[in-house]
């Protein structure tokens, strides 16, 4: 089953079911008005959209409208949590080459990430906005694979935290690498170097993605395309230091997880060169090591980046994020 959020008078938009292709949408206000409506009572609901998931795909709803990824917000327009994970072993290695910090024993024994300020989410086209001055942020995308929850209890266990992921997405979370440094210079966690993130149109149940999913990875390479020129294609299975089971039972240690968190997984990396990366700070971490100096520049304004993955037969899972970099109009 493939679920979204189009645009409507709520900021939390309205629930649509997707047939697989992506090309027909299904309100359902009467099973849920919007994704964390019903990630609330996800047992409760999802039997009927299930339903009406068949019954888009089998071409048997006459009123089923035209998806225009351009009405679309991101699949949760708003999370109560997000937590988002440094989990590849290959972006560690590169991030400490930028950053002068060595790996520690802890990297492979616990996981490693950030409760995010993140309250709203951008959809799979809406811009990256800043104001002037673009080059004081030092702005990067990051691509990355995510799920969702519905409530976890305090305490679960790394073996019962797989019942409780309910959708995969993916994700571009921006980072302001610039504003990074400072912050990690200070010791207390990221905020302002973490202003967005944005989600492509389709967030999807396990049983989506067949063999690729296994419970705890998504085994499928994740396509960033920078301006046009793909950036990188590394596989999301390869190279994670913890698997999704982990990360969720990892962030209810100490407290209960509300219905609809967030956990990504963490900048895609793998230790293969011919795949390229899935953010710009990894480039220049190589390019620093064989030439001497970064030579990518972070993104501009007018810079785009669209993320996507594929399924064995080339078909588009999530639909794609695709985002250009804008100026903030003057207040």
Same mark, same amino acid.
Request: hydrophobic share 40%; proline share 7%.
């Given at each position: 089953?493939?679920?979204?959020?189009?645009?409507? =008078?709520?900021?939390?938009?309205?629930?649509?079911?997707?047939?697989?292709?992506?090309?027909?949408?299904?309100?359902?206000?009467?099973?849920?008005?919007?994704?964390?409506?019903?990630?609330?009572?996800?047992?409760?609901?999802?039997?009927?959209?299930?339903?009406?998931?068949?019954?888009?795909?089998?071409?048997?709803?006459?009123?089923?409208?035209?998806?225009?990824?351009?009405?679309?917000?991101?699949?949760?327009?708003?999370?109560?949590?997000?937590?988002?994970?440094?989990?590849?072993?290959?972006?560690?290695?590169?991030?400490?080459?930028?950053?002068?910090?060595?790996?520690?024993?802890?990297?492979?024994?616990?996981?490693?990430?950030?409760?995010?300020?993140?309250?709203?989410?951008?959809?799979?086209?809406?811009?990256?906005?800043?104001?002037?001055?673009?080059?004081?942020?030092?702005?990067?995308?990051?691509?990355?694979?995510?799920?969702?929850?519905?409530?976890?209890?305090?305490?679960?266990?790394?073996?019962?935290?797989?019942?409780?992921?309910?959708?995969?997405?993916?994700?571009?979370?921006?980072?302001?690498?610039?504003?990074?440094?400072?912050?990690?210079?200070?010791?207390?966690?990221?905020?302002?170097?973490?202003?967005?993130?944005?989600?492509?149109?389709?967030?999807?149940?396990?049983?989506?993605?067949?063999?690729?999913?296994?419970?705890?990875?998504? =085994?499928?390479?994740?396509?960033?395309?920078?301006?046009?020129? &793909?950036?990188?294609?590394?596989?999301?299975?390869?190279?994670?230091?913890?698997?999704?089971?982990?990360?969720?039972?990892?962030?209810?240690?100490?407290? &209960?997880?509300?219905?609809?968190?967030?956990?990504?997984?963490?900048?895609?990396?793998?230790?293969?060169?011919?795949?390229?990366?899935?953010?710009?700070?990894?480039?220049?971490?190589?390019?620093?090591?064989?030439?001497?100096?970064?030579?990518?520049?972070?993104?501009?304004?007018?810079?785009?980046?669209?993320? &996507?993955?594929?399924?064995?037969?080339?078909?588009?899972?999530?639909?794609?994020?695709?985002?250009?970099?804008?100026?903030?109009?003057?207040?």
């Amino acid at each position: 089953m493939k679920l979204g959020s189009l645009k409507s =008078h709520s900021p939390d938009g309205q629930l649509v079911v997707l047939s697989r292709d992506l090309q027909l949408a299904k309100p359902v206000p009467e099973i849920a008005a919007t994704m964390q409506a019903a990630l609330d009572r996800w047992n409760d609901v999802s039997p009927a959209l299930e339903e009406v998931s068949r019954e888009l795909n089998a071409g048997r709803i006459g009123d089923a409208i035209k998806f225009d990824p351009a009405l679309a917000l991101s699949p949760l327009p708003r999370s109560y949590l997000v937590f988002d994970a440094s989990n590849y072993l290959r972006h560690h290695e590169l991030m400490g080459r930028i950053y002068n910090k060595p790996i520690v024993g802890t990297t492979f024994t616990e996981p490693f990430g950030y409760q995010s300020g993140r309250g709203i989410l951008l959809g799979p086209q809406e811009d990256i906005a800043f104001p002037s001055n673009v080059e004081m942020l030092g702005i990067d995308f990051e691509a990355e694979v995510a799920v969702v929850t519905d409530r976890v209890p305090m305490g679960t266990s790394v073996q019962d935290a797989g019942k409780h992921i309910k959708l995969i997405m993916i994700m571009n979370d921006v980072s302001l690498r610039n504003l990074n440094l400072r912050e990690l210079e200070k010791g207390f966690g990221l905020f302002l170097s973490k202003p967005v993130a944005g989600f492509a149109p389709a967030a999807v149940t396990p049983d989506e993605l067949g063999p690729a999913w296994d419970g705890d990875k998504l =085994h499928l390479p994740i396509i960033s395309t920078f301006n046009g020129t &793909e950036f990188g294609r590394p596989n999301a299975g390869t190279g994670m230091l913890f698997g999704f089971r982990a990360l969720v039972a990892f962030g209810a240690q100490t407290r &209960e997880l509300g219905p609809g968190s967030i956990f990504g997984g963490g900048t895609v990396s793998n230790h293969d060169p011919a795949v390229g990366s899935s953010c710009i700070t990894e480039r220049r971490a190589l390019e620093i090591t064989r030439h001497g100096e970064a030579q990518t520049q972070f993104m501009q304004f007018g810079d785009r980046v669209r993320i &996507e993955m594929l399924d064995a037969d080339g078909r588009s899972i999530f639909g794609a994020i695709d985002q250009t970099v804008t100026r903030l109009p003057s207040p």
